[in-house]
């Protein structure tokens, strides 16, 4: 079964550095999406991406996040100097043009920042 | 705006045993409602799902039926295996093609 394979699983960081979180979506679907998941609190949507540009994003994503679709199969998140509070599970997930219910997720990335 | 409520965990049960997780949500409009679960190590899986008022989305021994008057989506199963230990996760889509809603997610444990 096609997934959405996500790189690092697990990354620490340093407060102020930057961080690239990397997708690769399921090969034919066109909508992708990044949540993440602070621990114990709910899953949150961060950023959709649809026809190489943002169609929504929510008040979490502002200034110091970026997303990018640098090729055809990868979708990266980009923080650009993190916080303590950034530490977080970031789940990307896609779906296909047409099955607005049915998104796939990856495995999520773990973001520690120290 | 759009939110859901699921009981808190840790739930912990015995091989056999019969689960409810509850889900009550708030929404605007008819929302489409949905369970999500991810095993230990995996990625957040769509479980089942339910588009309108009083259908029953059904998977893996797994059922929730979609309650418009007591605005919930409660999770079911009659008999869990130790395979089943996961977090649950409820979610809604108040309005097609806008970002799915989570609830904190429950963590089962079921002992054999």
């Known amino acids: 079964e096609p997934e959405v394979t996500q790189t690092p699983s697990h990354q620490v960081t340093q407060m102020g550095q930057e961080v690239i979180l990397r997708c690769v979506p399921i090969?034919?679907?066109?909508?992708f999406y990044w949540y993440r998941q602070i621990l114990g609190q709910k899953v949150e949507f961060l950023v959709s991406f649809y026809n190489n540009e943002i169609s929504e994003k929510s008040e979490i994503f502002d200034d110091q996040f970026s997303v990018e679709r640098p090729d055809g199969s990868n979708f990266t998140l980009k923080i650009r100097s993190t916080k303590l509070e950034d530490s977080a599970m970031y789940f990307c997930?896609?779906?296909?043009?047409?099955?607005?219910?049915?998104?796939?997720f990856g495995e999520g990335s773990w973001l520690t920042v120290v | 705006g759009d939110s859901v409520t699921q009981m808190e965990g840790p739930v912990t049960l015995s091989e056999e045993a019969f689960l409810t997780i509850n889900c009550t949500y708030t929404?605007?409009?008819?929302?489409?409602l949905f369970w999500y679960v991810q095993y230990p190590g995996e990625g957040l899986q769509l479980l089942l799902k339910?588009?309108?008022?009083?259908d029953k989305g059904s998977n893996k021994g797994f059922e929730a039926t979609y309650r418009k008057e007591t605005t919930s989506f409660h999770l079911e199963k009659g008999s869990v295996q130790v395979s089943d230990s996961a977090v649950y996760f409820c979610?809604?889509?108040?309005?097609?093609?806008?970002?799915?809603?989570f609830g904190k997610g429950t963590r089962l444990s079921v002992i054999a």
């Open positions: 997930a896609s779906r296909r043009t047409g099955d607005g219910n049915t998104i796939y």
């Open positions: 979610a809604l889509r108040g309005v097609p093609n806008t970002p799915l809603v």
């Open positions: 090969s034919n679907h066109l909508y």
């Open positions: 929404a605007t409009g008819y929302p489409s």
């Open positions: 339910a588009t309108k008022a009083d």
